[in-house]
């Protein structure tokens, strides 16, 4: 049985795959310094290979050993030679290629760590802003109206106002007709002037520079209002805003008087040149009005610019004065002695205002309940 | 890497110079088969004492390395031969190998052969296969097969029983082996 199964398995010899002769054993087949089994193996190789069995049929009919010997080492060499450089290069190659991949790797790495590092910064900052009002506004507040009352009037009109009076006064006084309004916290005389006005041309002229003046003054305020107004939330000032509503109002009206003033001015130019002692008084009361609001505006120049000291002592000269003008600067000086937090005296400023009893009465009651 | 690759087989070489485009693996199958290039130069260098082994062999060489890259091949000693054969015949010409058919049966049956070796019902079938492939060949075929494979007798030992030269014999049994296959690929083929 064994020797069935033998000699079966020898049948599938015949179709076993042999390797070539190898360079060894090409010359000891020829030398015959085999062994039995290798002598066969090679034998059963030779039956199928042609380039082994031509190779030893060469050799063996030729004899040319030596030749072959030192051919078939040259082209080793030569082969070897012409494979290994270009190994060589592959393999720095393939290294150069895998340290990039890893250094790429490690900045995209790097590249996410960031931003998912500044994302979640950014967010945690958001979280902060979102949480610390709770905790910071209280201290915050106070400091910010101050600021803004004094320290920080609005640029252009700040630079504008100290230079535009002046010029707009000369340039008016010299060429312009009175149509500019006059101003609105001597509504008294104005109406005078509505019923005695001017005749003489030099009379005419002053009045005029006094509408302009006045009408410069009343932009001034209008700018600072405007200022006041731009930060309602946070300087608690609506009163001024009523105030300067009621200044545009009487604004408006004055302006209609002043259109029938003028009108009226020329047709008892041309018709008539009589009472001339009424004439007289009208322009040396508007002149000491004008000359108020002239420092009531220089004051409030100061207040912008944050010289608060000496814009209370401009204020000071405008008590004695028991008109508008006079109101404004007692009410100014509360706003800055508040502004300086000298509450007492800012008090006592709000309350002569309302005892006062004109048309700041309700700003300055709202203002003293604010303190 | 070199003593790796020495030990690859040739279709691994083959595969490895091809697909991952290994100059190393080419230079080692080609390594493997340089002496016996160089044998089967000598009788061209030797009757044409013009051709320089400096030239003769890096184009040969050349040749067959761009052979590797573009034909398909079987049967690495065959291509070699093949090649070399080609090149003597006309060196101006790239003739592409392509394998006998005797030479592709062959290698199917050996595949097959291969391929059961631990399978025993497939060795089986494949014995009884070959043994009536063996009753189909003719007496003096059967015996010279049979002596040969199954009594490993050896070329000298069959030629002076026969009376003939080893050449003769190996002739004889390389004719009688690919019948064999032939008989072989055909069964296979009807079943």
Known sequence: ??????????????????????????????????????????????????????ALQVLHKDGQMEKYISLSTGIQQYIRASIRPVSQLQKMERYLRRVKKRESLLIYFWLVAFIVGGGSLLYLMQQYNRNKPVMARPAAVPVVPAAAIATTPPPADSQASPSKPVMLSSATGATTTPLATPPPAVKDTAKALVKKPAIDSAARKAAAAAAAKAADSLRLKKAAIKDSAAKPAIKKDTPVMAAAATVDKTDKTDKKDDNNNNSKEKEENGSNASKPAATKAAPSSSAIVDT???????????????NLDEAISRYKRLTPNNGRVGEMARYQMGVCYRSKGQTGKAKRMFKEVVRMDGTMKQAAQQALDNL | MYQQLSNLSDKELISRARKLKD????????????????????????????????????????????????????????????????????????????????AREQLHTENRVEKAASNTIEKQTLITQIQQALAGLSTDDRYLVEQFYLENKTFADLAAQKGYTPEKVRQLLKKAKSRLAMQLTNQSHVK
């Not at chain 1, 420092?295 to 610019?305: F, N, T, W």
């Not at chain 2, 199958?29 to 044998?39: Q, T």
């Not at chain 2, 573009?70 to 070399?84: C, F, N, P, Y």
């Open chain 1, 1 to 54: 049985m064994s020797n069935s199964i033998s000699y079966n398995e020898r049948l599938l010899k015949i179709f076993a795959g042999v390797r070539c002769l190898n360079k060894d054993q090409l010359p000891r087949y020829l030398e015959g310094r085999l062994t039995d089994i290798e002598k066969h193996l090679v034998e059963q190789h030779l039956v199928d290979c042609d380039l082994c069995f031509d």
């Open chain 1, 292 to 306: 108020d609001e002239y420092l009531y505006k220089a004051a409030m120049v100061y207040q912008q610019q944050g």
């Open chain 2, 23 to 102: 100059r190393e693996a080419e230079g080692v199958l080609l390594e493997r088969y340089s002496h016996l290039l160089v044998a089967i130069c000598l009788p061209t260098l030797k009757n044409n004492p013009g051709t320089s082994v400096q030239t003769l062999f890096p184009s040969l060489l050349q040749r067959l390395s761009n052979g590797l890259k573009t034909q398909s091949i079987q049967k690495a000693s065959e291509w070699v031969h093949q090649t070399a054969k080609t090149y003597f015949a006309h060196p101006d010409k790239q003739i592409p190998y392509y394998p006998s058919r005797e």
